[in-house]
């Protein structure tokens, strides 16, 4: 996979030109979208890769970096680099943003009001990229944390994608590591908008809050492996002792 004038990786001024790092990367995102490399798997280590797709190992080892900064890997000491999992621990630190005003960060428990298959209206056909007649799963749950219930949550699913999810029993509290398990859909990344509102009568009754009380509204877009997007989850948040926190790196 070296170039014309026999370089691997290196810059170039080509307009378009893309590193063979990429190149490497998205051959090997590939191995996990399509299932070739399972959730928890040991992967191949470097020179393997390396000699199967005839690069050098700094090649390869700059698309697993990338790869690993990305939550898709994860290296172990002395045990060798695994595809990560959407286990409770990451999908706390990388997608669950909620905590308690002064206390630790926690993993919510969620209490499921209602899973049904329905028709796909135009919101959620265009937040999910869906054709005309398409059908969802709509999941409307409640999350606490420490016993207090402080998110409800509104979740929506292609139903083509995530056949006979309606039909789960239970309906697990960690989404994504489900996805990943029974419908191989990885989330890779999402993409979140906050707005502050005005909560609607029937969640500030779940959440046990007067109708108007404000709270945070995180709107969320979740894509999978190949940027697909696979899931939209509006929640609303209560905040009067509970904060969103982000941690930038």
Excluded at 55 to 83: C, H, I, P, W, Y
Excluded at 91 to 119: C, H, M, T, Y
Aim: aromatic content about 6%; proline content about 5%; charged content about 30%.
């Amino acid at each position: 996979m070296a170039d014309r004038d026999g370089r691997e990786g290196g810059e170039t001024d080509v307009v378009g030109f893309r590193p063979l790092y990429r190149q490497v990367k998205d051959m090997l995102v590939r191995r996990i979208a399509d299932g070739r490399w399972q959730t928890g798997q040991l992967i191949p280590s470097e020179f393997q890769i390396a000699h199967e797709l005839a690069v050098s190992q700094g090649t390869v080892r700059k698309a697993l970096d990338e790869m690993t900064g990305e939550n898709l890997l994860v290296r172990r000491q002395g045990r060798g680099t695994f595809v990560a999992s959407h286990d409770d621990d990451r999908v706390l630190f990388q997608f669950f943003k909620l905590s308690r005003d002064g206390g630790e960060r926690e993993f919510p428990d969620s209490d499921v009001q209602s899973v049904a298959r329905i028709p796909a209206d135009a919101a959620v056909r265009a937040k999910l990229a869906l054709p005309a007649g398409a059908f969802v799963v709509a999941i409307r749950r409640v999350r606490s944390l420490g016993g207090e219930r402080v998110i409800s949550e509104m979740i929506v699913v292609p139903a083509g994608r995530f056949a006979g999810l309606e039909r789960e029993e239970p309906i697990p509290n960690n989404l994504y590591g489900l996805y990943a398990a029974r419908y191989g859909a990885t989330i890779a990344r999402a993409t979140e908008t906050l707005k502050a509102v005005a909560c609607p009568p029937d969640d500030a009754k779940l959440l046990g809050l007067d109708a108007g009380t404000p709270v945070l509204i995180i709107d969320r877009v979740a894509a999978d492996l190949e940027g697909t997007p696979v899931e939209w989850r509006v929640s609303l948040c209560r905040t009067d002792s509970f904060h969103y926190l982000s941690d930038l790196r």
